[in-house]
């Protein structure tokens, strides 16, 4: 079936440093990717969509010149969160839609900002 | 706009019962949706998608129900396990994003 795939799985960084985030979809074409945060023991809420040559939309509160978004190719959307703070420490998930009705969830990346 | 809650938040069942999980949403304009599985620190896993048109799906010994119009679905465990603890999440599809639950953490004992 499927995969998409998260890389780091885990990152830990230093406040004021960028982090960047990889989510590749590995067996299909993604024209639409989809960024997600997770804060422990809550669900999923949904940060942006990332569309293929065009900007990303971000959702009602989140800061877009805070996380970063680029989706360059068909296999290939990126989050930078750039000078992350503790605040930003969370569970971040992607997902890829490839024209199908199932969507397709990247295992997570968990980050820490000290 | 879409909220979707899930009932109870959370649940500890003795090992073999039956147990049902809730999920209800305020906005029937859906296109699908879906039950997810969630262990610690983990992504997702996909249980069972539901069609707009359908009312519902088997799989094992889990069956899901949805019923559009009243905005709710069902997630039925059968003869419940200890790997069946994790947190349950139900999502709902509108155009292209995803909307989540609040999710129901499940631990079921030995």
């Known amino acids: 079936g499927a995969v998409v795939s998260q890389h780091p799985s885990r990152v830990i960084c230093k406040s004021g440093t960028s982090v960047k985030i990889e989510c590749r979809s590995l067996?299909?074409?993604?024209?639409?990717m989809f960024w997600y945060r997770q804060f422990p023991k809550q669900s999923l809420m949904l940060m942006a969509t990332s569309n293929e040559g065009s900007k990303a939309t971000y959702e009602q509160g989140v800061e877009k010149d805070k996380f970063l978004i680029n989706h360059a190719s068909l296999t290939l959307s990126t989050l930078t969160v750039t000078s992350a703070h503790p605040e930003d420490s969370s569970f971040y998930i992607c997902?890829?839609?490839?024209?199908?009705?199932?969507?397709?969830f990247g295992p997570g990346t968990r980050l820490t900002v000290l | 706009k879409q909220e979707v809650t899930q009932i109870p938040a959370a649940l500890s069942v003795p090992e073999g019962e039956n147990l049902v999980l809730n999920c209800s949403f305020t906005?029937?304009?859906?296109?699908?949706l879906q039950w997810f599985r969630q262990d610690p620190g983990k992504g997702l896993t996909s249980l069972l998608l539901?069609?707009?048109?359908?009312r519902e799906q088997t799989s094992g010994r889990l069956n899901a129900s949805l019923d559009k119009s009243s905005g709710r679905s069902t997630l039925y465990i059968a003869a419940s396990q200890p790997g069946d603890s994790a947190t349950y999440l139900c999502?709902?599809?509108?155009?292209?994003?995803?909307?989540f639950g609040t999710g129901t953490r499940l631990k079921v004992l030995a």
């Open positions: 906005d029937s304009a859906i296109y699908n």
């Open positions: 999502a709902v599809r509108e155009t292209y994003k995803y909307i």
């Open positions: 539901i069609q707009s048109s359908q």
């Open positions: 997902s890829a839609f490839g024209g199908t009705d199932t969507q397709y």
């Open positions: 067996d299909f074409q993604a024209t639409t």
